[in-house]
């Protein structure tokens, strides 16, 4: 399509923003990114995605398109006689989907845990995660792509992870090269392609960047004795928890407002601590 004006919002550290400028690259379209700052969202992204109110959003002639893998999907129907990234019989594209899926409601989770959490929660994302990997390296099997010969959407959909690697290893203390060196050798040849190395941050810049996400912000879990945390939320933390790791019972610290109370400075959804309302903290 000619004429084509296509506008991304985006993120630079963001694994879901990353799929679309995969997509877009391996279409070999060209696109403004316009990078957004998520703790003061601009009016554009309220516009075009009131729902989630989330990047990526891709704007394609003035329509916005939501949810990465959507877009890369979206992507793929409207130039899909270049460089296809959804195999064309039915059966196949199911497939594609089913893990693509897989990654959305696996991999990204557990991640969060092993950079953000401490303790039982980060050893049980850390646990969950490699038993992914695992799990998608037997889906890998001998092919040099999930989409087989070729880089497809489940490439498209996981391979963003790899810029996380380094920061998911030095949270979580293991060696993804270790645990699954296939997957690792799949990573290194799409970072050969143009579009993924292109579209991937630094490894060591990622790690610096969740570290000192790490430090500002936290959110309270909603499972067992935690409560949903929002912006502004006053909280009570068990101090307990916080000990086991120095950078954040100095974040404690700094936030403290009263005996065991606390205000989240800023929501980032699964960064997991214990916690419950206003409980006393010695
Ligand atoms: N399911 C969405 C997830 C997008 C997402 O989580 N975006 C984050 C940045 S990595 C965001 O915009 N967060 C801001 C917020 O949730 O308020 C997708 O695949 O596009």
Redesign the pocket.
Known sequence: MADDELVLLD?W?????M??RIALREKGLEFESLE?D?SN?SPL?LKM?PV?????VLIHNGKPV??????VQYIDDVWKDRAPLLPSDPYGRAHARFWADYI?KKV?GSGRLVWGATGEKQEVGKKELIESFKLLELELGDKPYFGGENFGLVDVGLVPFYSWFYALETCGQFSLIHECPRLVSWAKRCLQRESVSKSLPDQYKIFDFLMDLKKKSYVVEKAGDGVDGAEGDVVGIELRDACEDLELQDLFVELELGVGEFVLVS???GICLSASRRKKVH
């Open positions: 993120l550290s963001s694994p879901f923003a799929r679309v957004q998520l969202k992204l995605n989630h109110k989330q990047i990526p939501s949810e990465s893998m959507i877009i959305d990204y929501s980032v959804p």
